[in-house]
């Protein structure tokens, strides 16, 4: 079975500053797709960014950023210029690749991310 | 309008209660899946529903008991529920393809579940 881990429970970063979040995560399997989902106070899971295992370059999305080590299974977010905006959990998460089991993400336990003004 | 559309937002109810979530996607998705959001533990997935066939029961007791009418439309049934049921219940489509890659995952802004 595969896991998740997200080791760092909280982070805080200035405003306009760069943080990275960690994740990591346990697998036997070869072909796999990786996201980071962002949990405001709304309660709304939303899609920040996903990597899919066979690409080597790391996905971008505007300020967000992976960096996706597949042979160290690591998988972590950096989040550039940081924003108010940009508190709330963060979550990663990993889904099989293969057909029937790959509707299911496999989550971790968050990080909660402060903005300092 | 959010494409996932979850109600009740809070719901509290006591153990011999009953009571049902809804969900609905305006996505035009294909599976729909039901997950429990505890404290300081990872979601965990406890239904699943593709092409309107229940096709994942994540071990889940049987107080829970989801109903999917149609692929716009899925219910969590809740009944003689426990203090430790108390979550934050999250709806998600997506659309699964027959190959290649599945959409991701939306998903509703939740109801927060306190059983007393």
């Known amino acids: 079975a595969q896991t998740v881990t997200q080791s760092q429970p909280e982070m805080s970063v200035q405003e306009a500053e760069t943080v990275t979040l960690s994740c990591t995560y346990d697998?036997?399997?070869?072909?796999?797709?990786l996201f980071w989902y962002k949990q405001p106070p709304s309660r709304q899971m939303i899609l920040v960014i996903r990597?899919?295992?066979?690409k080597q370059q790391n996905a971008t999305e505007n300020r967000f950023s992976v960096n996706f080590q597949k042979a160290a299974k690591s998988f972590s977010l950096k989040i550039s210029d940081s924003q108010l905006g940009d508190a709330a959990m963060y979550f990663c998460?990993?889904?099989?690749?293969?057909w029937g089991s790959g509707d299911k993400l496999t989550f971790g336990t968050g990080t909660r991310l402060a903005v300092r003004p | 309008e959010t494409g996932v559309t979850q109600t009740p937002r809070h719901l509290v109810m006591g153990m011999t209660n009953k009571k049902s979530l809804k969900c609905e996607q305006h996505?035009?998705?294909?599976?729909m899946y039901w997950y429990k959001q505890s404290a300081k533990k990872p979601l965990e997935l406890m239904f699943v529903?593709?092409?309107?066939?229940?096709?994942e029961n994540n071990s889940v007791p049987s107080r829970f008991s989801p109903e999917c009418p149609n692929s716009s439309h899925l219910f969590l049934h809740l009944h003689t529920l426990q203090p430790e049921d108390s979550a934050l219940y999250l709806c998600?489509?997506?659309?699964?393809?027959?190959?290649?890659?599945?959409?991701?995952?939306?998903f509703g802004n939740g109801t927060r579940l306190t059983v007393t």
């Open positions: 998600a489509s997506s659309q699964v393809q027959e190959e290649g890659y599945n959409s991701p995952l939306h």
């Open positions: 996505l035009g998705h294909n599976a």
């Open positions: 529903y593709n092409f309107k066939e229940q096709t």
């Open positions: 697998t036997s399997e070869s072909d796999y797709y």
């Open positions: 990597q899919e295992a066979y």
């Open positions: 998460a990993y889904r099989s690749a293969t």
